[in-house]
């Protein structure tokens, strides 16, 4: 293994080893930033994580900009053992933020500063540490929200403003035996339902799991549903967890970067399962079983997956380019290294007249992009190999970076 990969491999096994704190390790407040006379215009929350010796710690900073020369000072940030994230509906001046099995609500002073409230825990639903991604807490009302839980494979509802657990929904159906269930980095709120993409891999190995499906819940009435895709024995796919509606109204949906990563690793393995693009119909909460396409058809055969929907109604896929790895891609190559590294071209995708086409200002960034809003723009994550994350420019396609964060960020939020 060369230099460049061990780089990239310490950085990929930080991505699914990091974990929640203990449940009584909370959040620790430091003193809050000084702020400017007066409320801020904008502010926003970023969490980045930090590995030393093994040991994660996560630190929430809330900031009134996001364009800076220097990296983002952490210095009056809230501290948090292991993984934490921040997650809250957009622009109410407030956040919350996980512990262990309790998530933690913070309230902004006029002066922008974060105040510690309510604390509201999942441990009686059986959840032991909240893991993952941001976006598994949906917000449906000021006194209603979503949390999808892997480990318990069940929604749980409850209250962001009395905090407190209201009830909690299985889909037990969708676990598979000798499998890791995942959820979408980016799920979807369309026909009055919120639409929870789910990819399955082996426990063991790095291939993928031939299986494909979506978890449909009806917020008026808290109902969901595990609707699965029927393969034909022609249509060879997985790990299909991200997805964009498209102008039709339908769902289309693709496999994951890692997928991507994976196929890349054994696509001379006959038996290897393609990079996807499917679609589902929110309507009648179907698969269209007429609709397969293989992703390598658009990209002259390299490993492409996650459609993102970016700014301006644009539809983006992201394309593996061996030239930007800079390392030959053997069979023993590790796919989250592949995933993790800035090694992905943005392509342009017509979901109408599928067809993709290279966005040439864009930079190669790593495949497993998270993308945030933020007031009139949107902003991608690259994460370096000098254990720094870049928010950067997606609104204008130049790829500009906006802000540097020490540590890995994976989540975000305006909150003001």
């Keep these: 293994m060369t230099l460049r990969s061990v780089r ?5 096994l930080a991505l699914p080893l990091a974990t929640a704190c203990g449940d009584d390790d909370e959040p620790t407040p430091q003193n809050p930033e000084p702020q400017n006379p007066g409320t801020p215009a904008s502010q926003y929350a970023i969490v980045t994580q930090t ?4 040991t994660s710690t996560s630190y929430i900073a809330v900031t009134d900009t996001l364009d800076r020369t220097e990296t983002l000072p952490l210095t009056n940030a809230i501290e948090v053992k292991g993984r934490a994230l921040v997650f809250g509906p957009p622009k109410k001046d407030h956040f919350f933020v996980n512990s262990g099995a309790s998530v933690i609500r913070y309230n902004l002073t006029e002066a922008g500063a974060p105040q510690k409230g309510e ?33 318990t494979t069940q929604l749980i509802v409850w209250n962001p403003t009395a905090m ?3 009830n909690a929904v299985s889909f037990a159906d969708a676990k598979l035996d000798n499998t890791v269930l995942s959820f979408s980095s980016q799920p979807l709120e369309t026909a009055n339902k919120v639409i929870m993409p789910l990819g399955w891999r082996p426990s063991t190995g790095t291939t993928l799991t031939r299986q494909a499906g979506v978890l449909v819940v009806d917020p008026a009435t808290d109902s969901l549903k595990f609707v699965k895709k029927n ?5 060879n796919c997985g790990y299909v967890r991200d997805g964009v509606v498209g102008a039709d ?44 396409v293989d992703l390598t058809t658009l990209t002259n055969g390299a490993a492409a997956g996650s459609v ?14 061996d030239a930007s790895y800079g390392s030959p891609v053997t069979k023993d190559s590790i796919p989250r290294v592949l995933a993790s590294a800035p090694a992905w071209k943005w392509w342009n995708i017509q979901l109408d007249t599928l067809t993709a086409t290279p966005v040439a200002s864009l930079p190669a960034a790593m495949g497993s ?30 790829g500009k970076v906006a802000t540097v964060t020490p540590g890995r960020t994976f989540s975000f939020l305006q909150v003001r």
């Design 119 to 151: 604390t509201v825990s999942f441990q009686g639903r059986g959840v032991t540490e909240i893991t993952e991604y941001q976006h598994q807490f949906r917000f449906i009302s000021e006194t209603k929200a979503y949390f999808f839980d892997g480990s």
């Design 308 to 321: 993102l929907q970016g700014p301006g109604g644009k539809t983006y896929l992201r394309v593996f380019d």
């Design 164 to 166: 407190t657990v209201t």
């Design 8 to 12: 990239w491999l310490a950085l990929a």
């Design 369 to 398: 992009t998270f993308l945030f809003p933020a007031g009139n723009r949107v902003l991608f994550t690259n994460f370096t190999s000098n254990s720094q994350t870049e928010l950067r420019e997606l609104t204008d396609e130049s």
């Design 51 to 54: 590995t030393v010796d093994g």
């Design 249 to 292: 109204g339908k769902i289309y949906l693709s496999t994951e970067a890692y997928g991507a990563a994976s196929y890349r690793v054994h696509k001379d393995d006959p038996a290897m399962l393609k990079p996807c693009l499917l679609r589902f119909d929110p309507q009648t909460d179907s698969f269209d079983d007429t609709y397969f």
């Design 231 to 235: 393969f034909k024995e022609t249509e």
